[in-house]
Antibody
């Protein structure tokens, strides 16, 4: 059974940093592109970052480019999101998601972790 | 960015058909594949993949769910609606960077 378990969320002040983790199990982690998708309170879904199988390629929308860094450790079946220079508009539930083999849709999602950016 | 437009809410009776639409600002088809996908999200839960590439049923999803459409107009159909289907439904396109989602359609009971 595919499982994705996020951790590392919490309350952080504007301008500070936070690192999220996602522990994957139930599949060969190194074979899949992975992603982070977020959802602000009472709002819709927003793609945040995607990383290739080896980690050599990463992709971001303009809203987080230069502030967020996605990475992975295939030996530990783990995905990470380093978030710097956080803003109030980054407040959201962050989901770890597994891409399909063609990295076009998100086949599996974690339960999510809440990040609140507030002074 | 490609904008996806969904109606905010749809009221439906149990055992009736629900039709949820998603219109895109640009064509999301390429080489015969529609890069349109649908997700279900219940309150307090993560999204779940229902339909991928326009009309393909994801693993474990009941046949009551179906997807159709092409180009810029897509539809998710639930027939018949069951009580467990009350949720918010999101469409997503992956034809062009960045991946974008619709704002969601909340399915409610009439």
């Amino acid at each position: 059974e595919v499982q994705l378990v996020e951790s590392g969320g919490g309350l952080v002040q504007p301008g500070r940093s936070l690192k999220l983790s996602c522990a994957a199990s139930g599949f060969t982690f190194s074979n899949y592109y992975m992603a982070w998708v977020r959802q602000a309170p009472k709002k819709g879904l927003e793609w945040v970052a995607t990383i290739s199988t080896s980690g050599s390629r990463t992709y971001y929308p303009d809203s987080v480019k230069g502030r967020f860094t996605i990475s992975r450790d295939n030996a530990k079946s783990s995905l990470y999101l380093q978030m710097n220079s956080l803003k109030s508009e980054d407040t959201a539930t962050y989901y770890c998601a597994r891409h399909n083999r063609g990295y076009t849709y998100y086949g599996y999602w974690g339960q999510g972790v809440m990040v609140t950016v507030s002074s | 960015d490609i904008v996806l437009t969904q109606s905010p809410a749809l009221a439906v009776s149990l055992e009736q058909r629900a039709t949820i639409s998603c219109k895109t600002s640009q064509n999301v088809d390429n080489y015969g594949i529609s890069y349109m996908h649908w997700y279900q999200q219940k309150p307090g839960q993560q999204p779940k993949l229902l339909i991928y590439e326009g009309s393909n049923l994801a693993s474990g999803i009941p046949a009551r769910f179906s997807g159709s459409g092409s180009g810029t107009d897509f539809t998710l159909t639930i027939d018949p609606v069951e009580a467990d289907d009350i949720a918010t439904y999101y469409c997503q396109q992956s034809k062009d960077y960045p991946d974008t989602f619709g704002a969601g359609t909340k399915l409610e009971l009439k």
